[in-house]
């Protein structure tokens, strides 16, 4: 489907975003493997997050919806059932790659796949220290890339620095650590999201966390996980799209309730503060042990340009396309470094993003680990690829909303990995 924007004259409103992605992947596949039910409210009801569902549910986990609250009969650390076929992961890199963690420990052997834009995807970084954990993962290109198979095997602890602060990595570690003989440690310089190992300490897994230079985060084989009752915040992510549109668009001033701001998430509200514009975190409360506050962003005419490195994108990793299109109303020129990372997204958004850029008349530079985008550009608009990727789609769409000829987007429907309502919740929010 494709999608075109137009010019607005401004944004307004209250919007409730729809809940976090992360922490609605992590409510099943944790509470899976707790004794007995967990309950959830405001899942995430989208294309990732219900991958993450059919998935448990042909693992025998029973999950159920009640009145809007999500059951999760969990069955304990070792109780999947093996499945009957493969396993489709769809579209979503954390389902893959936290499931793998758990299948390692398991008695069943299992067959995982995914559409297109996954089996291109890098499991390497999953499979291999799972491998030094005795996990038996084969699969195409010498066991790297999708179909992978699991056979589940004796796992034991090991000690492994997480690189490439992927928080998926270090989440599939600690969920196979439950299972392993011995002590399960992972390391970061830059600390990735910690939703797991605060999820994990909720229910009673023997975790241990270090924060300083170096965070750490051990797992002691665990005996029994107990069931939690978890409320999902709105996701940042999603939030920072209509953060951006506010901070761009003239006259413009919205609330966003209810947003995740935990620190290692909200990099991208941090950063569009640092660039001048007009945000405020009210109502900061915590929900579920997650910090959760009401976001007023209102227009800003003068936003100046900022650098973004290494150690600060753990913590805006999703949001670097939007803050690029943000990047293109600055005053200066916004250097993005540090973010190879990107490369091996949904798409290659370091590729996408400046390809786009150019497509439309904006000046922008490609950097093998980020890009330099030159900023107080008028934009005439024009037709960009989403490349199938959800943050395209929705970072394209706020663009269009300054764009004088409008943007029109090839393949805007992927939006519904994250964000189902996006174009209908931007329809309510745009004054014409
Ligand atoms: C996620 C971690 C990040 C992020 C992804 C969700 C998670 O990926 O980009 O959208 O829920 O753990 P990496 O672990 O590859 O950095």
């Given at each position: 489907m494709e999608k075109e924007i137009h010019k607005v004259r401004s944004i307004k409103g209250i919007l409730r975003v729809p809940s976090d992605k992360s922490i609605s992947h992590r409510s099943i596949i944790l509470t899976s493997m707790a004794n007995g039910i967990s309950t959830v409210r405001n899942f995430l009801k989208a294309g990732d997050t219900l991958t993450t569902v059919n998935v448990y549910r042909k693992l025998g986990i029973k999950i159920e919806e009640d009145k809007g609250v999500i059951k999760v009969h969990g069955?304990?650390?070792?109780?999947?059932?093996?499945?009957?076929?493969?396993?489709?992961?769809?579209?979503?890199?954390?389902?893959?790659?936290?499931?793998?963690?758990?299948?390692?420990?398991?008695?069943?052997?299992?067959?995982?796949?995914?559409?297109?834009?996954?089996?291109?995807?890098?499991?390497?970084?999953?499979?291999?220290?799972?491998?030094?954990?005795?996990?038996?993962?084969?699969?195409?290109?010498?066991?790297?890339?999708?179909?992978?198979?699991?056979?589940?095997s004796d796992l034991k602890g090991i000690k492994f620095f997480n690189e490439k602060a992927s928080a998926q990595v270090k989440s599939a570690l600690l969920i196979a650590g439950l299972n392993a003989e011995g002590n399960t440690t992972v390391e970061e310089s830059y600390k990735s999201r910690d939703h797991t190992e605060k999820m994990l300490k909720a229910m009673g897994a023997d975790i241990q966390i270090k924060e300083g230079n170096i965070y750490s985060v051990s797992v002691n084989r665990t005996e029994k996980l107990f069931p939690v009752d978890i409320e999902v915040p709105a996701d940042p992510s999603s939030a920072a799209f209509f953060a951006a549109a506010a901070a761009i668009v003239p006259d413009s001033e919205i609330v966003l309730k209810d947003v995740l701001v935990n620190p290692t998430r909200d990099g991208f509200f941090r950063k569009l503060k640092e660039m001048g514009a007009d945000i405020e975190y009210t109502n900061v409360r915590e929900k579920t042990g997650e910090?959760?506050?009401?976001?007023?962003?209102?227009?800003?005419?003068?936003?100046?340009?900022?650098?973004?490195?290494?150690?600060?994108?753990p913590s805006m990793v999703d949001e670097i396309p939007v803050l690029a299109i943000v990047a293109t109303q600055a005053e200066g020129e916004t250097v993005i470094t540090g973010a190879s990372e990107l490369r091996v997204k949904e798409s290659d958004r370091i590729k996408a993003v400046v390809e786009n850029l150019k497509k439309i008349g904006i000046e922008a530079v490609e950097l093998d680990d980020g890009m330099i985008i030159k900023g107080k550009q008028k934009i005439k608009g024009g037709y960009v690829d989403s490349f199938k990727d959800h943050r395209i789609a929705m970072a394209f769409s706020i663009l269009g909303l300054i764009a004088e000829e409008g943007i029109k987007i090839k393949d805007a429907d992927c939006a519904y990995i994250s964000y189902p309502e996006f174009f209908e919740h931007l329809q309510n929010v745009v004054q014409k």
């Open positions: 069955k304990g650390l070792k109780g999947f059932k093996e499945p009957e076929d493969v396993l489709d992961m769809g579209n979503s890199g954390t389902t893959t790659r936290l499931s793998l963690g758990v299948l390692a420990g398991q008695k069943i052997f299992a067959v995982l796949t995914g559409d297109e834009s996954l089996r291109k995807r890098p499991m390497k970084r999953v499979a291999e220290p799972l491998r030094q954990m005795n996990a038996l993962i084969d699969g195409r290109k010498g066991g790297e890339l999708l179909p992978l198979s699991v056979r589940g910090p959760v506050a009401d976001i007023i962003v209102r227009y800003s005419p003068y936003l100046k340009s900022v650098k973004v490195s290494k150690k600060e994108i």
